[in-house]
């Protein structure tokens, strides 16, 4: 199936750093969700953005919905220890007889090394 | 917040046998769930949407005779995975839609269900 282009696949950084990532598609999405996930477990949401444009924070993190949307980021700020593990952006489209479907990014894995 | 329980957390079985997996929202009534399918440093694959009451609609290349889905509740949706082969050793993730007054809420994901055939 259709996958969101999702930079960068992966990130090592220093404890205290800020990281930024984000998500790209061809296509229209009326939903954008940043999910992480940690070894072994479901994906959990952080951010759901609705509207285009729409700024969103969730403590030290923040994610925008593209203006155009076909895209949106998310950044964490002063990054910690438990800040690793996987996080996948991911889009929805209510037309067009998705019936509700997401569609999700390849992921970025984080490390932070302390 | 919204709540879904997925047991077992993982299972191994034997070649030729059949594994049920079941997804329960806890504290909402899910319309919908979907069934994913992640391998190792991978994405999640969507693999049917579960809906209550009537057929599952599978994602192409999945064999729904292989995969059966069956929503019977507003609150529960089974993956069952018949005559399971090591190729089938997978992590499973269900997904259960919420709405709040009819605004799209977002999905709260399972736990997920690694299954190990041997």
Known sequence: ?114 | GAVVSQHPSWVICKSGTSVKIECRSLDFQATTMFWYRQFPKQSLMLMATSNEGSKATYEQGVEKDKFLINHASLTLSTLTVTSAHPEDSSFYICSARTTNRGRNYGYTFGSGTRLTVV
């Open chain 1, 1 to 114: 199936g259709q996958q969101l282009n999702q930079s960068p696949q992966s990130m090592f950084i220093q404890e205290g750093e800020d990281v930024s990532m984000n998500c790209t598609s061809s296509s229209i999405f009326n939903t954008w969700l940043w999910y992480k996930q940690e070894p072994g477990e479901g994906p959990v949401l952080l951010i759901a953005l609705y509207k285009a444009g729409e700024l969103t924070s969730n403590g030290r993190l923040t994610a925008q919905f593209g203006i155009t949307r076909k895209d949106s980021f998310l950044n964490i700020s002063a990054s910690i220890p438990s800040d690793v593990g996987i996080y996948f952006c991911a889009g929805q489209r209510l037309r067009g007889g998705s019936n509700y479907k997401l569609t999700f990014g390849k992921g970025t894995l984080l490390t932070v090394n302390p």
